[in-house]
């Protein structure tokens, strides 16, 4: 009819129809100005051609014209809402919004219409998984295979639905019909990488179906011939044999992986040992999954005669096969004790200096193992490293190099080999990372002078000598030390990097930036370079710098980038949904995904969103403090003072205005350059709010609980997840929400102080909330008695406080809570509830420079009743910290 | 190279009493060659280095030149193992193969100042690559005691 065509509905006559298919094809090849020429050719014609104007909006998009663009496809849309391509251009328009909840709608109204259309189910599929709409997923996959069955990619992709949607069974038969449907001799069924990874998956999948491993073992035995990744072959086959209880066997197999040269994993040493004590099923899961240099002779204590028996079989079967292997050599070392340990240990140590390995030290602190419920920890507080039998024993070991080489050049008096300059060195760096290691730093630092005097040039020694001085509480010279290493060979990216985060720990960011910048592309600003690269550890130590100087916003600002590089990790998966599939990598497919659904749970999303949040709630305690940086507090002053800083803040303002003058000025230059020089390169970035002002404009308690929502959804085991949790809770006036905080964290580290003050500020606080609904009241009485273990506030307090006195080691940030708690709950006065601090605070575990100011600013705070333990205070930290800067 | 020079400098001024300024260590890098200026290593850090340049023969009138030791030092923890050798040794293995290459081509002889006082440096040139000691330049050093020193040489062609 007419009438459609005037409206816009109406096929194309024959020619234009062909101008159109031109039109797409140009979009495709990405030749987007051919692509809107013809389009306007179409549209001089039928200048209300839905089609024609949606794929003109389609293109326009792509050449960053994204407002034309939505208005184009719209009117396009609107003119012909029973054309699929309308539907669908609107769909991408959305994709490439990554509004995808938006696209997803779209894509569906185009199927109703032409329910068959391969291209939109694809595109669809793909926003389904990027979604995790698994069930729609597996929906899209199946019709697409239905209508597509000659394709492996259907095959697959529909197999990898049946095994995302929980269908095991379903996912394995996928895969069988798909390798029934091929001929025999197809490439597809010989041994390659495709067949292999296929094989690989399907035993993967079997695997994971309960209680299946002897139909996995079986399977992997019969794919055998296509498999191409034989460690992981090997791998697998072991870890089925060990579930099944087939130790013989299995050690069989780990001693191929070994013959194969995996003697360097921890992991198949880790195997071995569960053969050879024929540990049960679900030690050995654990065990074949520690990381670094973990075994099972360091996840669980074993008796005596478990060590005998492994070191035994180690001598004798894997000694001859891997003479030459460090690892071989170093696994004894958690196997071997008394005299033999020593020995074991005294060769390994005498190797690694003679050698010059600086991360000697930090390697040997992984021996220092306590037990906790049955299991092994590493002691990482000073005082159970320094009563640790092994430390020790290393300290004594490595005192008697220290005299030897300083008489004989050689490690000890019966020693027959002369020793080269360096090993002396070494033997110096080793007893001062020892001394580190127990907090012990100004002995330390004694030695490192002597290795400097030395040899100068020790690039090694600046490093550690850095972080003796931050350890010892002075982190300008820390950072100053690491410069001066760093000077030494400007090509080492490493010391440059290290430098800038020490800076940034000095609060010295202007001299941060030009550190890294001295790394980053020449070109352009640095800190957007940073940005882009993604530079997340800098980012963070920037922003806590800020944090620390209460510049708010620029601290938002960099938290906020940091959260920006998690949605684009996020949003990157999804290019692999499709190559994954088509390159058969099936295993790493999986992996990605399940990366992805625990992003949020990686450590550095949950630092950057804690800082928000503190940052945040900083921002909602003293409202002020945003607005300090641009309005001293003038009523505190002497109008002569008012007066004084009025001007000042004037001449600052306008110095300030000059410069961002300045600056946009260059800006536009450069910009207007860019433009003149070549067209096409894209106008450089310009931030318009360098200082973060949007961020600190918003509701800071809507962000923080934005923050801690994600947090409780995505790291609900890590500790500080809750205590955040709580923080915003309590100021929400939720009360139920941040009750349940304390109980979720006070299950995952009931010891800790940060747990104990909150109790108690929460047992303060709760009665007094007005307006309660009953039932919260009601939950409230029930739960809240678990808190304080059923007894009353005060009665809690003392019982910790008892506790806390007579256990010698406990630590500071917990004295420093029992403290602050009876002057809270007024059951001590406030001198008698500080002397706990001043006379055992140092002597117990969590002491170190920052905890010790910790407890300085608590004494300030009560002011000339703490006084005169602050003086004490003071005098004993100093004692013990000599270097420790301003500590007044 | 300009961003190793400060290794350069930490190592001279802990193995000599004379500290040399900016232009030196500027000169030496501007000439960027780095067959006659060296570094040696130990396990992965510099312990030892030589610079040389080569320059006209003072007073000579038929444009001939000669090579000159300006530093080599080797710190204390390392001597009496041969670097200071290797060091000289290389530069006058370079000075062989290339003898007739480039700049080299004029050179007639190797030169360097040396300490009155300093009896080991004097006794490592002579004996072991038969340097002849020349006379003594008196108030060469301003800043050590004695300022004298000895002029050692040995001729390459």
Same mark, same amino acid.
């Not at chain 1, 001598?315 to 096969?321: D, H, I, N, Q, Y």
């Not at chain 2, 190279?1 to 004379?18: E, G, I, M, S, W």
């Not at chain 2, 050179?107 to 009155?116: N, Y």
């Given at each position: 009819?007419?009438?459609?065509?005037?409206?816009?509905?109406?096929?194309?006559?024959?020619?234009?129809?062909?101008?159109?298919?031109?039109?797409?094809?140009?979009?495709?090849?990405?030749?987007?100005?051919?692509?809107?020429?013809?389009?306007?050719?179409?549209?001089?014609?039928?200048?209300?051609?839905?089609?024609?104007?949606?794929?003109?909006?389609?293109?326009?998009?792509?050449?960053?014209?994204?407002?034309?663009?939505?208005?184009?496809?719209?009117?396009?849309?609107?003119?012909?809402?029973?054309?699929?391509?309308?539907?669908?251009?609107?769909?991408?328009?959305?994709?490439?919004?990554?509004?995808?909840?938006?696209?997803?709608?779209?894509?569906?109204?185009?199927?109703?219409?032409?329910?068959?259309?391969?291209?939109?189910?694809?595109?669809?599929?793909?926003?389904?998984?990027?979604?995790?709409?698994?069930?729609?997923?597996?929906?899209?996959?199946?019709?697409?295979?239905?209508?597509?069955?000659?394709?492996?990619?259907?095959?697959?992709?529909?197999?990898?639905?049946?095994?995302?949607?929980?269908?095991?069974?379903?996912?394995?038969?996928?895969?069988?019909?798909?390798?029934?449907?091929?001929?025999?001799?197809?490439?597809?069924?010989?041994?390659?990488?495709?067949?292999?990874?296929?094989?690989?998956?399907?035993?993967?999948?079997?695997?994971?179906?309960?209680?299946?491993?002897?139909?996995?073992?079986?399977?992997?035995?019969?794919?055998?011939?296509?498999?191409?990744?034989?460690?992981?072959?090997?791998?697998?086959?072991?870890?089925?044999?060990?579930?099944?209880?087939?130790?013989?066997?299995?050690?069989?197999?780990?001693?191929?992986?070994?013959?194969?040269?995996?003697?360097?994993?921890?992991?198949?040493?880790?195997?071995?040992?569960?053969?050879?004590?024929?540990?049960?099923?679900?030690?050995?899961?654990?065990?074949?999954?520690?990381?670094?240099?973990?075994?099972?002779?360091?996840?669980?204590?074993?008796?005596?005669?478990?060590?005998?028996?492994?070191?035994?079989?180690?001598?004798?079967?894997?000694?001859?096969?891997?003479?030459?292997?460090?690892?071989?050599?170093?696994?004894?070392?958690?196997?071997?004790?008394?005299?033999?340990?020593?020995?074991?240990?005294?060769?390994?140590?005498?190797?690694?200096?003679?050698?010059?390995?600086?991360?000697?030290?930090?390697?040997?602190?992984?021996?220092?193992?306590?037990?906790?419920?049955?299991?092994?920890?590493?002691?990482?507080?000073?005082?159970?490293?320094?009563?640790?039998?092994?430390?020790?024993?290393?300290?004594?070991?490595?005192?008697?190099?220290?005299?030897?080489?300083?008489?004989?050049?050689?490690?000890?008096?019966?020693?027959?080999?002369?020793?080269?300059?360096?090993?002396?060195?070494?033997?110096?760096?080793?007893?001062?990372?020892?001394?580190?290691?127990?907090?012990?730093?100004?002995?330390?630092?004694?030695?490192?002078?002597?290795?400097?005097?030395?040899?100068?040039?020790?690039?090694?020694?600046?490093?550690?000598?850095?972080?003796?001085?931050?350890?010892?509480?002075?982190?300008?010279?820390?950072?100053?030390?690491?410069?001066?290493?760093?000077?030494?060979?400007?090509?080492?990216?490493?010391?440059?990097?290290?430098?800038?985060?020490?800076?940034?720990?000095?609060?010295?960011?202007?001299?941060?930036?030009?550190?890294?910048?001295?790394?980053?592309?020449?070109?352009?600003?640095?800190?957007?370079?940073?940005?882009?690269?993604?530079?997340?550890?800098?980012?963070?130590?920037?922003?806590?710098?800020?944090?620390?100087?209460?510049?708010?916003?620029?601290?938002?600002?960099?938290?906020?980038?940091?959260?920006?590089?998690?949605?684009?990790?996020?949003?990157?998966?999804?290019?692999?949904?499709?190559?994954?599939?088509?390159?058969?990598?099936?295993?790493?497919?999986?992996?990605?995904?399940?990366?992805?659904?625990?992003?949020?749970?990686?450590?550095?999303?949950?630092?950057?969103?804690?800082?928000?949040?503190?940052?945040?709630?900083?921002?909602?305690?003293?409202?002020?403090?945003?607005?300090?940086?641009?309005?001293?507090?003038?009523?505190?002053?002497?109008?002569?003072?008012?007066?004084?800083?009025?001007?000042?803040?004037?001449?600052?303002?306008?110095?300030?205005?000059?410069?961002?003058?300045?600056?946009?000025?260059?800006?536009?230059?450069?910009?207007?350059?860019?433009?003149?020089?070549?067209?096409?390169?894209?106008?450089?970035?310009?931030?318009?709010?360098?200082?973060?002002?949007?961020?600190?404009?918003?509701?800071?308690?809507?962000?923080?609980?934005?923050?801690?929502?994600?947090?409780?959804?995505?790291?609900?085991?890590?500790?500080?997840?809750?205590?955040?949790?709580?923080?915003?809770?309590?100021?929400?006036?939720?009360?139920?929400?941040?009750?349940?905080?304390?109980?979720?964290?006070?299950?995952?580290?009931?010891?800790?102080?940060?747990?104990?003050?909150?109790?108690?500020?929460?047992?303060?606080?709760?009665?007094?909330?007005?307006?309660?609904?009953?039932?919260?009241?009601?939950?409230?009485?029930?739960?809240?008695?678990?808190?304080?273990?059923?007894?009353?506030?005060?009665?809690?307090?003392?019982?910790?406080?008892?506790?806390?006195?007579?256990?010698?080691?406990?630590?500071?940030?917990?004295?420093?809570?029992?403290?602050?708690?009876?002057?809270?709950?007024?059951?001590?006065?406030?001198?008698?509830?500080?002397?706990?601090?001043?006379?055992?605070?140092?002597?117990?575990?969590?002491?170190?420079?920052?905890?010790?100011?910790?407890?300085?600013?608590?004494?300030?705070?009560?002011?000339?009743?703490?006084?005169?333990?602050?003086?004490?205070?003071?005098?004993?930290?100093?004692?013990?910290?000599?270097?420790?800067?301003?500590?007044? | 190279?300009?961003?190793?020079?400060?290794?350069?400098?930490?190592?001279?001024?802990?193995?000599?009493?004379?500290?040399?300024?900016?232009?030196?260590?500027?000169?030496?890098?501007?000439?960027?060659?780095?067959?006659?200026?060296?570094?040696?290593?130990?396990?992965?850090?510099?312990?030892?280095? @030589?610079?040389?340049? #080569?320059?006209?023969?003072?007073? $000579?009138?038929?444009?001939?030149? &000669?090579? /000159?030791?300006?530093?080599? *030092?080797?710190?204390?923890?390392?001597?009496?193992?041969?670097?200071?050798?290797?060091?000289?040794?290389?530069?006058?293995?370079?000075?062989?193969?290339?003898?007739?290459?480039?700049?080299?081509?004029? @050179?007639?002889?190797? #030169?360097?100042?040396?300490?009155? $006082?300093?009896?080991?440096?004097? &006794?490592? /040139?002579?004996?072991?690559? *038969?340097?002849?000691?020349?006379?003594?330049?008196?108030?060469?050093?301003?800043?050590?005691?004695?300022?004298?020193?000895?002029?050692?040489?040995?001729?390459?062609?």
């Amino acid at each position: 009819k007419p009438g459609d065509l005037a409206l816009g509905r109406q096929p194309l006559p024959k020619k234009e129809a062909d101008l159109f298919k031109t039109v797409v094809k140009h979009y495709e090849m990405k030749k987007y100005k051919k692509g809107i020429k013809l389009a306007d050719t179409i549209l001089k014609k039928f200048p209300n051609h839905g089609e024609t104007l949606a794929m003109k909006g389609l293109t326009l998009n792509c050449l960053q014209k994204r407002e034309d663009a939505h208005a184009l496809v719209k009117k396009g849309l609107m003119n012909d809402m029973r054309s699929h391509v309308c539907w669908h251009v609107y769909g991408l328009l959305h994709r490439s919004d990554r509004n995808y909840n938006e696209a997803i709608k779209a894509y569906k109204q185009a199927l109703k219409i032409d329910p068959e259309n391969l291209q939109i189910l694809r595109d669809l599929s793909l926003l389904q998984i990027q979604m995790r709409d698994l069930d729609g997923f597996a929906v899209t996959r199946h019709t697409i295979l239905t209508l597509k069955p000659n394709t492996k990619m259907n095959w697959l992709s529909f197999a990898m639905a049946k095994y995302l949607t929980g269908d095991l069974r379903g996912a394995v038969s996928v895969i069988d019909i798909y390798l029934g449907t091929l001929t025999p001799g197809s490439p597809e069924l010989e041994r390659g990488f495709e067949s292999s990874e296929l094989a690989m998956y399907r035993n993967f999948v079997l695997a994971r179906i309960p209680k299946n491993h002897m139909e996995a073992l079986d399977h992997l035995e019969a794919c055998k011939s296509v498999v191409v990744d034989e460690g992981a072959w090997l791998k697998g086959k072991a870890h089925h044999q060990l579930q099944l209880g087939m130790h013989k066997e299995a050690k069989e197999t780990v001693l191929a992986m070994f013959r194969r040269g995996m003697t360097e994993d921890y992991a198949v040493h880790s195997a071995y040992m569960c053969c050879v004590l024929e540990l049960d099923p679900e030690s050995c899961e654990r065990a074949l999954v520690l990381k670094g240099t973990g075994t099972v002779a360091t996840m669980i204590p074993l008796t005596s005669e478990q060590k005998q028996k492994v070191w035994a079989s180690h001598k004798e079967e894997l000694r001859p096969m891997m003479a030459r292997s460090p690892a071989a050599q170093r696994v004894p070392l958690t196997l071997l004790e008394g005299d033999e340990f020593r020995k074991a240990i005294d060769a390994y140590c005498q190797k690694s200096l003679a050698k010059g390995v600086p991360s000697l030290g930090s390697d040997l602190s992984s021996l220092y193992l306590i037990v906790k419920n049955n299991l092994f920890v590493r002691a990482l507080d000073p005082v159970d490293v320094a009563s640790h039998p092994t430390y020790q024993l290393i300290v004594e070991l490595v005192d008697g190099y220290l005299e030897s080489l300083k008489k004989i050049t050689k490690f000890s008096p019966d020693n027959e080999n002369e020793q080269s300059p360096s090993s002396l060195l070494w033997t110096w760096y080793l007893r001062a990372t020892l001394h580190q290691q127990v907090g012990e730093f100004s002995e330390a630092l004694k030695l490192t002078e002597l290795c400097l005097e030395h040899t100068p040039t020790a690039v090694d020694v600046y490093e550690l000598q850095g972080s003796l001085l931050k350890g010892a509480g002075d982190i300008d010279a820390a950072a100053e030390c690491l410069d001066k290493g760093r000077e030494l060979d400007k090509q080492d990216r490493y010391i440059n990097n290290l430098t800038t985060k020490y800076m940034l720990q000095a609060n010295k960011n202007d001299i941060a930036l030009q550190r890294i910048s001295l790394f980053t592309r020449h070109e352009g600003n640095p800190e957007q370079n940073l940005f882009d690269m993604q530079c997340t550890w800098y980012e963070l130590e920037l922003a806590a710098c800020f944090a620390r100087k209460q510049e708010w916003g620029k601290c938002l600002k960099k938290y906020a980038a940091v959260v920006k590089h998690f949605d684009d990790f996020h949003e990157d998966q999804f290019d692999f949904h499709s190559y994954c599939i088509r390159k058969v990598t099936l295993r790493a497919y999986t992996d990605v995904l399940d990366f992805e659904d625990h992003l949020w749970g990686q450590p550095f999303y949950g630092v950057a969103a804690e800082g928000i949040i503190n940052a945040y709630l900083a921002i909602f305690d003293t409202p002020a403090t945003a607005m300090a940086e641009a309005e001293p507090d003038y009523a505190s002053m002497t109008p002569a003072e008012r007066k004084k800083a009025k001007a000042q803040a004037r001449k600052k303002k306008k110095a300030l205005e000059k410069k961002a003058m300045s600056q946009a000025e260059e800006a536009k230059k450069k910009n207007e350059d860019d433009q003149n020089g070549n067209k096409k390169k894209v106008a450089s970035v310009v931030d318009d709010d360098p200082n973060g002002e949007a961020l600190l404009k918003l509701d800071p308690l809507e962000e923080a609980k934005k923050y801690a929502a994600r947090l409780v959804k995505y790291s609900p085991k890590r500790f500080s997840t809750w205590i955040c949790q709580y923080d915003v809770s309590i100021r929400r006036g939720k009360v139920l929400m941040a009750l349940q905080a304390l109980l979720k964290a006070n299950v995952l580290d009931p010891e800790s102080s940060e747990i104990f003050t909150r109790i108690v500020e929460f047992s303060q606080k709760y009665p007094k909330v007005e307006g309660l609904h009953s039932t919260v009241k009601e939950v409230l009485t029930s739960e809240s008695p678990a808190l304080l273990e059923g007894k009353s506030l005060a009665e809690y307090v003392a019982k910790t406080t008892e506790h806390v006195r007579s256990d010698s080691l406990a630590s500071l940030p917990m004295k420093i809570a029992v403290a602050e708690a009876n002057i809270a709950t007024q059951s001590q006065s406030v001198p008698e509830a500080l002397s706990l601090v001043v006379d055992t605070g140092l002597k117990g575990r969590g002491v170190s420079t920052d905890s010790c100011r910790t407890a300085l600013q608590l004494f300030k705070k009560y002011g000339d009743e703490a006084a005169e333990a602050k003086s004490e205070w003071i005098a004993k930290v100093k004692e013990r910290y000599p270097l420790i800067a301003s500590f007044e | 190279t300009k961003q190793t020079t400060k290794q350069l400098r930490k190592l001279n001024a802990a193995c000599f009493p004379v500290s040399y300024n900016e232009n030196y260590y500027r000169e030496v890098v501007k000439r960027q060659n780095d067959d006659l200026n060296k570094f040696a290593y130990w396990n992965g850090f510099v312990i030892g280095a @030589v610079c040389t340049r #080569v320059e006209p023969i003072p007073e $000579s009138t038929n444009n001939r030149s &000669r090579l /000159y030791i300006m530093t080599l *030092g080797v710190l204390a923890a390392y001597r009496g193992r041969n670097v200071g050798t290797k060091l000289i040794g290389s530069i006058l293995e370079y000075f062989e193969s290339n003898r007739n290459v480039g700049e080299l081509t004029t @050179v007639d002889e190797i #030169v360097l100042h040396v300490q009155t $006082s300093n009896d080991d440096a004097i &006794r490592f /040139y002579t004996t072991r690559f *038969g340097f002849e000691q020349g006379e003594m330049v008196e108030n060469y050093y301003r800043r050590i005691d004695p300022p004298h020193c000895y002029v050692l040489s040995k001729k390459l062609r």
